[in-house]
């Protein structure tokens, strides 16, 4: 009889002990958990999701959650959910969005040095995503004075991401550039109007939404503008001829973090942000490649023509545009009392933007 009672009493100790463990492990468990979703990170641009920018940044982030392994959730706003246009960079530097994709020549006057990586480069999109990465995160003296701009606005901006070449999509038939003259063209910057101008073509301001039915009605006669986003936008519908204006790329929208949010995240986390940057940097410039192709195919495919302008007329256009473009730039600089420090960027740039420059 004791041995039995002895023996039952061990028993109840033993389901005690037995579920004790059990609750301890499922506490640790839903603790992992929860603390593998702990780092809740806000998101907000003005793009639309169908826009290359919001890609490339739901590209990127999706990558940072996967890494991570659902340690970091990011909460998106997009469409301007939270801010408009100008306001992205505002919610950053204050910390209301954690993260954003800036919109860098929206904030010159926040961002004056940093205006210089939005321009064209007339080399391929691999070596120009070597060129800005270069500029901006390893040339010593560059990168010390774009880390300065960033501090001061409380920013932190990983890699920037390609936007493929521009071109010049036409509903008139154009076999060259001088064949536009007389022609209205929207203008993307006030730089522009005056390379219009130079080149005989008249410029209208129109916003990005309206270039469809801006060209459709006969407002503009041909949209420049980048070359991918043709088939997005379905300009190859109302426009019959594309004319490709040299080899070129341009870099921009790249994620800017809120500089006391990127501190306060764990190095692994820190690295997660880092390498998904550079990765989907480098898919874009892969993407870009196989859009171009493919926006050629469209317009072929739909009875339109793909004309290559000439060198010298490549190379006129440019010249006149990164004049206008510099002088522009160079007031943007002098106003923000930053001249010195925009000599030293030029003397970088002007050698990668007209593919001399040597890493």
């Given amino acids: 009889m004791v041995f039995v009672f002895a023996l039952s009493r061990n028993r109840r100790r033993l389901s005690i002990v037995l579920s004790s463990a059990i609750l301890f492990i499922g506490f640790m468990a839903v603790s992992n958990i929860a603390g593998a979703a702990a780092i809740q990170l806000r998101y907000s641009s003005s793009f639309m999701p169908f826009e290359p920018p919001a890609v490339y940044a739901k590209r990127t982030l999706d990558l940072v959650e996967e890494k991570t392994n659902g340690k970091v959730k990011i909460k998106r706003f997009i469409g301007g959910a939270l801010a408009g246009p100008h306001e992205q960079l505002g919610l950053v530097n204050t910390g209301a969005a954690d993260l954003i994709s800036l919109h860098i020549d929206q904030f010159a006057q926040q961002l004056p040095l940093h205006q210089v990586t939005n321009g064209e480069q007339l080399v391929s999109n691999a070596k120009g995503l070597a060129n800005v990465t270069a500029l901006v995160h390893e040339i010593p003296e560059t990168k010390a004075l774009l880390d300065a701009e960033q501090k001061k606005n409380n920013i932190k901006i990983f890699h920037f991401y390609a936007n493929g070449p521009t071109g010049i999509t036409s509903n008139v038939q154009a076999n060259s550039l001088a064949d536009l003259k007389g022609k209205r063209l929207n203008v993307i910057t006030s730089t522009h109007r005056g390379v219009f101008e130079e080149m005989g073509w008249i410029p209208v301001n129109v916003k990005i939404p309206e270039l469809y039915e801006a060209l459709s009605r006969g407002i503009i006669d041909a949209i420049f503008m980048a070359t991918a986003a043709n088939i997005p936008l379905k300009w190859y519908e109302v426009g019959k001829h594309h004319l490709i204006i040299g080899e070129n790329s341009i870099f921009s929208t790249p994620l800017a973090f809120n500089i006391d949010s990127w501190n306060r995240l764990p190095a692994d986390v820190q690295k997660a942000f880092w390498d998904a940057s ?82």
Avoid: L, P
């Fill in 278 to 359: 550079w990765e989907v940097a480098q898919w874009t410039v892969t993407a870009n490649d196989k859009a171009i192709n493919a926006t050629y195919d469209k317009f072929k495919e739909t009875g339109g023509a793909i004309v290559q302008v000439s060198k010298a007329e490549s190379d006129k256009f440019f010249a006149s545009h990164f004049s206008h473009w510099t002088t522009n730039w160079k007031k943007i600089c002098e106003t923000a009392q930053v001249a010195k420090e925009a000599d030293v960027i030029q003397g970088y740039w002007d050698q990668m933007r007209w593919g001399k420059w040597k890493q």
